[in-house]
């Protein structure tokens, strides 16, 4: 089973692989967003896959 952590509106990936990553970390790793579109991340932990939420300013 192949595991992918994305961006959900741009679809960069964080992490894609076999063993099973700690989202939380690499969430962290990024500062809390993602570094292509800047969209805030979301960890949703029932399918282990970052989500993008909106920010307003
Ligand atoms: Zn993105």
Redesign the pocket.
Known sequence: MTIRIY?E????IFYRGDELANPQEIIKKYGGK?P????QLQLNPKNIKII?IETRK
Do not use: E, L, S
């Open positions: 961006c509106r741009c679809g960069f993602c292509k579109c800047y969209k993008g």
